[in-house]
C-alpha cells in the first residue's frame, strides 16, 4: 500500500470550528449543494526512488545530515498555496527533490563551494511558501532541498538592541527568548508558527504590527549569505553612506542569490499594554478615507486593519451567536451599518484612537476576537479544501489614490474571469500594514472546480495581477514573487531586471540557487 502523506496547513491534530452560518452562507456563494467532503487532506505521490550519487553532499555532509526518506524529500517539495493544493486535487504528479540535508555552516559552505551545474540547491525554512517557492521546476540533474533547522543559534545584545539569529530558528523560539529579557521582535505574520527568520528575510515579508515594527528590510540590521561564489556579510552598524549593503541583496531574494545563514535584528521594548477598539463604517471607501487622514499624522496605530463588506459579512457569521453577539448585531443593524459595512480593527499600545469620521464605535470584541486567532486562518481553509473549495491570496501596496481604484478593477477582472470560466467563485479584500503614502491590499478569492483546477486558477491570478499591475499596484507587498507571479516580474520590473540577473550572474552564475526564479 502506498503512503499517504497529510499536507493541509499546520498541526493534522487542530481544526477549525466553522458555524453553519458561515458554512452556508459561503457554500451559497459558491453554488455547492453538497456539504461533505470530498478529500481527507492526505496524498500519496507518485514518487521515484532517488538512488542518486550527489557529489557535492557526498562530499561535504555527513551521512547523518542527509536523507533520501520519500517523506521527507515530499513535504520539502511543496508549499501551502493554492496551486500546491490544485495540482493535488487535480491529481497530478509532483517532482521533488532528491535529497533533503541538514548541514551545519561549515558543511553548507563546503556545499556551495562544490555543487556543479548539474545541481539545484532549494531553501527551506518552515515551508510555508503560498507562491511555488520550494517547487523544482527546472532541467537540472539533481535537487537538493537545505533545510536549515541546525542554524539555530540566538544571541541577545541588549545593549545595542540587536538579536543574532540563526535562519532556521522559528518565530515562536525566538520570541519567546525575547520576551523572557522583557524585548520582541514585532514580527507577527499568519505564519508565525512554522516560519523562519531566514524565510521572513528571503521574502521581505510583513508581520501583522508592521505599523509599529516595519518589515523585515526595516528590522534587519545586517546579515550572512552564503551564495556559490563566496560568503557576504554586512557591517553592524546602525546605517552607513557606501553604495549598497549585502542585506539590500539579500531581502527579498528568495534564495535566488545564496543561503541566508545568519541575520543581525533590530528588538523593541514589550508593549506595556494593548488598547482594543472597532468601528463601522456604511462602505468601504469610507473606510479608505477615515484610514488616509488616520496615517497623515505620526502615531501609527500598531494594527489597523479594515475589511470590506465581504470580508466583514463573512467575519461576523463566523462568530458564535449568544446573547452579547445578538445585541451587537441588532445594534449594528439599527443604526444601518450591517448591510455593506466595513469592519476597522484598531490594536494600539498609545492609547484609543478619540474619533474616526463616518464611523460608529462596535467595541473591543471584534479586535479581541481577531488577535486571538489570528494564527487560525489557514485551518479554515483547510475546512474548505476538504471540501473541494480552493482559496488563494494576491496581496499588493498602492498609494492612498489607487487603492479604490485598483478594489474596483480587481474585482471587476475577478468576476469577468470566472464567468468566462463557468465556474462560480467569490473575492474579498482588507486593508493593513499602512504607510503615511499608501496602503497594502489583501485579497483573498474562493472557488468551487471539478477539475483542470490548477488551470482556471492561473487565469484568475493572472487577470488578478493584471488588473493590479496596469492600475499602479505592487505585484506583491509581502508574500514574494516565487514560480506563480514570475511570469509577471520582467514586465513589472522593466530595466530593474536587468539589474537583478546582473546580481545573479555574479553571485551564482551557474543557476545553481533556486534554479529558474530568475531568467539568465
Known amino acids: 500500500m502506498d503512503e499517504r502523506y497529510y499536507v493541509l496547513w499546520g498541526e493534522q491534530s487542530k481544526s477549525f470550528k466553522m458555524t453553519e452560518k458561515l458554512k452556508n452562507s459561503i457554500l451559497g456563494r459558491l453554488g455547492i449543494q453538497e456539504k461533505e467532503n470530498i478529500w481527507d487532506g492526505f496524498i500519496s505521490p507518485k514518487v521515484v526512488s532517488s538512488g542518486l550519487n550527489i557529489p557535492s553532499i557526498d562530499k561535504c555532509i555527513s551521512r547523518s545530515n542527509i536523507s533520501f526518506d520519500t517523506g521527507e524529500r515530499f513535504y ?8 500546491d493544493f490544485a495540482r493535488m486535487l487535480d491529481g497530478k504528479d509532483i517532482r521533488i527533490v532528491d535529497a533533503v540535508i541538514y548541514p551545519n555552516e561549515d558543511e553548507l559552505n563546503c556545499l556551495m563551494k562544490n555543487a556543479d551545474k548539474d545541481t539545484g540547491i532549494i531553501p527551506y525554512g518552515g515551508g510555508t511558501t503560498v507562491t511555488e517557492g520550494l517547487s523544482p521546476h527546472n532541467a537540472k540533474k539533481y535537487f537538493i532541498s537545505v533545510d536549515l533547522k541546525k542554524i539555530d543559534s540566538i544571541n541577545i545584545n541588549a545593549q545595542d538592541m540587536v538579536v543574532n539569529s540563526g535562519a532556521g530558528v522559528k518565530g515562536p523560539d525566538l520570541e519567546r527568548e525575547l520576551n523572557k529579557a522583557g524585548f520582541t521582535l514585532g514580527h507577527f505574520p499568519e505564519s508565525f508558527l512554522h516560519s523562519t527568520v531566514g524565510g521572513w528575510i528571503a521574502t521581505n515579508a510583513a508581520g501583522q504590527e508592521s505599523n509599529r515594527y516595519g518589515k523585515m528590510r526595516d528590522i534587519v540590521v545586517s546579515i550572512k549569505m552564503i551564495s556559490p561564489k563566496g560568503q557576504i556579510t554586512d557591517k553592524i552598524v546602525p546605517n552607513q553612506s557606501s553604495y549598497f549593503r549585502p542585506m539590500d541583496i539579500a531581502v527579498g531574494s528568495e534564495g535566488a542569490f545564496g543561503i541566508i545563514t545568519e541575520a543581525t535584528l533590530k528588538i523593541r521594548n514589550m508593549p506595556r499594554k494593548l488598547f482594543y477598539q472597532s468601528f463601522i463604517f456604511r462602505n468601504f471607501e469610507d473606510g479608505v478615507k477615515a484610514l488616509k487622514e488616520l496615517f497623515d499624522g505620526s502615531d501609527y496605530p500598531m494594527v489597523a486593519r479594515l475589511s470590506d463588506p465581504t470580508e466583514t459579512e463573512l467575519s461576523f457569521k463566523g462568530i458564535e451567536e449568544n446573547m452579547k453577539t445578538k445585541l451587537f448585531m441588532n445594534y449594528l443593524k439599527m443604526r444601518g451599518s450591517l448591510q455593506g459595512g466595513s469592519l476597522l480593527i484598531v490594536v494600539n499600545e498609545n492609547g484609543k484612537i478619540k474619533h474616526l469620521p463616518d464611523s460608529i464605535s462596535s467595541g473591543r470584541s471584534p479586535a479581541k476576537i481577531w488577535r486571538e486567532g489570528r494564527y487560525d486562518r489557514p485551518y479554515m481553509y483547510n475546512s474548505l479544501l476538504k471540501m473541494g473549495i480552493l482559496a488563494d491570496t494576491i496581496e499588493t501596496s498602492a498609494p492612498w489614490s489607487r487603492i479604490i481604484p485598483i478594489y474596483n478593477e480587481v474585482r471587476k477582472s475577478f468576476y469577468s474571469e470566472i464567468n468566462s470560466l463557468g465556474i462560480n467563485g467569490m473575492i474579498m479584500c482588507h486593508i493593513s500594514h499602512e504607510y503615511s503614502i499608501g496602503s497594502a491590499l489583501y485579497f483573498t478569492y474562493l472557488f468551487y472546480a471539478k477539475d483542470n483546477r490548477e488551470e482556471k486558477l492561473n487565469s484568475m491570478r493572472n487577470a488578478i495581477l493584471s ?19 514570475k511570469p509577471f516580474l520582467s514586465k ?13 550572474r555574479t553571485l551564482d552564475p551557474d543557476d545553481i540557487m533556486n534554479p529558474g526564479l530568475i531568467d539568465l
Do not use: T
Open 76 to 83: 520539502h517539495s511543496i508549499g501551502k498555496g493554492c496551486a
Open 467 to 485: 488588473s493590479i499591475i496596469d492600475n499602479g499596484g505592487a505585484i506583491s507587498h509581502h508574500h514574494g514573487i516565487g514560480r506563480s507571479f
Open 492 to 504: 513589472y520590473e522593466g530595466f530593474n531586471y536587468e539589474l537583478i540577473k546582473s546580481i545573479k
